[in-house]
């Protein structure tokens, strides 16, 4: 990257330098034929481009006298305008015109003297033009001489001094162009070796972010990105711990029975096969769990939609947690809003909003102690019914659990959804369940489009809400 910005910059500079070194050399040697050769050094340019007018429009050089004779009395002509005399004005000069021959057409002087032109003046002369074709000369007295090797002689020193500023400006933008592709470059060689270092597994790789530029926006990205593997990486790990754990202690009940049944310990007979079945049962669930946990998380988890009476399908449920519950003296109730009762049929998967459900009274009849209380209810926004319009069934259904026990420690509380996360943490896997209950209970839910959450209530106990929009 940092090679590509200074060649780009070399190749912007040295075409610029090689532009301007030609455009300057092509115009400087015209203003200096211009100025030289054409009568600016000794003020007469105007004075030719007037002969030269004449001859182009006339075609010939008879009567040119005239014209010298009336230019040369008109105050101020010459090099500097009416603001600065004329070397015509300064000297009284002398001035005389040949054709492309070299014979004398004019003369300022009288009487006339016809002549033609030495080698000798032509070199002092003022060549004459029509376009590319000589068509005269303009001699002036006293004119300073001016040949074609002085001029290539100061053409070559003006190239040179052309030539010299353009390579000092060249290494100055050198120089500029590596402090910019050093600059420009050094974020990005940084973000390099962190990605290269993310990629070798060191998940703690991050990137000083300067500005609000694209820059700067893609380190804000990498490091966005870098945090998201490290917690996927970490989560990954301690779901692998967290599973081996859980499956580590059911094996080993398994194994510890059927050793003692292979030794004879323990009599082969079905009461001592029960803890086995028992053990295998928890470790079937358990795997189940986790598939409907990974797919769910995975988003392949596919919906039975169906219309389903909700109303019903919650007063199901309970009643089949009631005998449970009050084999443990828990009051489990159910309270449902008038509102519910006409509640439209919703279009969920019934047997996932079982599970949901199951999962959600299995953990209130756990935490709850004997002789307590599950207080649930079933409430729908009371919603008016305008003439003539159906019945507006955009109001969320809530379901709540609130149970009459210890709640929820207000450290737990942002961890009580995790996989494999047991708020009493002295709880065995057989009394507090696999860990993965409520989990899956809140992805089953964001599965449906709605939400699940756990406070405490401010009377005591904790409290479930379940939320789902119809």
């Given at each position: 990257m940092r090679l590509r910005l200074i060649l780009s910059f070399?190749?912007?500079?040295?075409?610029?330098?090689?532009?301007?070194?030609?455009?300057?050399?092509?115009?400087?040697?015209?203003?200096?034929?211009?100025?030289?050769?054409?009568?600016?050094?000794?003020?007469?340019?105007?004075?030719?481009?007037?002969?030269?007018?004449y001859n182009q429009t006339y075609h010939t050089w008879q009567g040119v006298g005239s014209l010298l004779s009336s230019l040369q009395a008109v105050p101020g002509r010459g090099m500097g305008g009416p603001d600065r005399p004329g070397m015509m004005d300064r000297?009284?000069?002398?001035?005389r015109v040949f054709d492309a021959r070299g014979v004398l057409v004019a003369d300022t002087t009288s009487?006339?003297?016809p002549g033609l032109l030495s080698e000798n003046e032509i070199a002092r002369a003022i060549l004459l033009y029509n376009g590319t074709d000589l068509i005269g000369y303009l001699l002036p007295e006293n004119a300073?001489?001016?040949?074609?090797?002085?001029?290539?002689?100061?053409?070559?020193?003006?190239?040179?001094a052309a030539f010299s500023a353009g390579v000092i400006s060249s290494v100055l933008a050198l120089l500029v162009a590596l402090l910019l592709a050093y600059s420009l470059a050094r974020p990005l060689r940084i973000l390099t070796d962190a990605a290269g270092q993310l990629a070798r597994g060191d998940m703690k790789q991050r990137v000083e972010v300067h500005g609000n530029d694209e820059l700067a926006q893609l380190g804000e990205a990498f490091n966005h990105m870098a945090a998201s593997l490290q917690l996927a990486s970490e989560?990954?790990?301690?779901?692998?711990?967290?599973?081996?754990?859980?499956?580590?202690?059911?094996?080993?009940?398994?194994?510890?029975?059927?050793e003692a049944l292979q030794d004879g310990i323990y009599p082969l007979i079905?009461?001592?096969l029960d803890p086995i079945l028992d053990q295998n049962l928890l470790l079937t669930r358990l795997v189940e769990d986790l598939r409907t946990l990974a797919s769910a998380e995975a988003g392949q988890l596919t919906l039975e939609r169906v219309p389903t009476d909700f109303p019903a399908l919650v007063r199901r449920m309970v009643e089949r947690f009631k005998p449970q519950a009050e084999t443990h003296q828990i009051d489990l109730r159910l309270e449902c809003s008038p509102a519910s009762l006409s509640l439209p049929a919703l279009s969920v998967d019934p047997q996932r909003i079982e599970q949901i459900l199951s999962n959600l009274l299995s953990n209130a009849l756990m935490y709850t102690p004997d002789g307590g209380r599950i207080d649930c209810q079933l409430t729908v926004p009371d919603l008016p019914v305008l003439p003539d319009l159906p019945v507006?069934?955009?109001?969320?259904?809530?379901?709540?659990?609130?149970?009459?026990?210890?709640?929820?420690?207000?450290e737990a509380l942002p961890h009580i959804f995790d996989r494999f996360y047991r708020a009493d943490q002295s709880?065995?896997?057989?009394?507090?369940?696999?860990?993965?209950?409520?989990?899956?209970?809140?992805?089953?839910?964001?599965?449906?489009?709605?939400?699940?959450?756990?406070?405490?209530?401010?009377?005591?106990?904790?409290?479930?809400?379940?939320?789902?929009?119809?």
């Open positions: 070399t190749l912007i500079v040295l075409v610029s330098v090689s532009s301007v070194a030609f455009i300057a050399r092509r115009n400087t040697a015209l203003e200096v034929r211009s100025f030289m050769f054409h009568g600016g050094m000794s003020g007469l340019s105007d004075l030719a481009s007037a002969l030269e007018a000297m009284n000069q002398r001035l009487p006339f003297s300073n001489s001016f040949s074609s090797v002085d001029q290539v002689y100061l053409l070559n020193r003006l190239s040179r989560s990954r790990r301690s779901m692998t711990a967290d599973i081996a754990h859980e499956l580590r202690t059911p094996l080993a009940v398994q194994r510890a029975h059927l079905p009461e001592n507006l069934q955009s109001s969320p259904v809530t379901f709540t659990i609130h149970d009459s026990g210890t709640g929820i420690p207000p709880r065995s896997r057989t009394e507090g369940g696999s860990g993965l209950g409520l989990t899956i209970a809140r992805r089953l839910v964001e599965a449906h489009g709605g939400t699940l959450t756990a406070t405490n209530h401010p009377q005591g106990g904790a409290v479930f809400t379940l939320t789902i929009g119809t």
